[in-house]
């Protein structure tokens, strides 16, 4: 598992800086920087708190990645120690990206 750190703080996942998600998604298929890319599993504050409010944050989460180009994509998961979403402001997933995305 990847640890992540999150500064989305729009999304109701986040929790001081982590995710309250076990798994998350990145997305941008044919990304080739950070920009293109984003958190397909943001949601933003106000929905799913029920779904939030039985779990902690965690550090250590699967991430899912669809970013073909991303030298830690391997066979779609993320195989980076640590990554980070960024995004602090955002209202929407197109506002958010993976901060530690790498071109191969």
Known sequence: MTRLDCNVT?????????C???NIT?????????SETVCNSFSPKGT????NACCGPK?????SCDALNCRFNDSK?????????AGRHAVT?????????EPK
């Open 59 to 63: 550090k250590e989460t699967q991430v």
């Open 26 to 34: 990145v997305g941008g298929r044919e990304a080739n920087k950070s």
């Open 10 to 18: 729009g999304c109701a996942y986040n929790s001081s800086n982590s």
């Open 48 to 51: 799913n708190t029920l779904l």
């Open 93 to 101: 997933n197109g506002e958010t990206e993976c901060g530690s995305f």
């Open 20 to 22: 309250r998600r076990d």
């Open 77 to 85: 998961i993320c195989a980076a120690d640590h990554i980070g979403i």
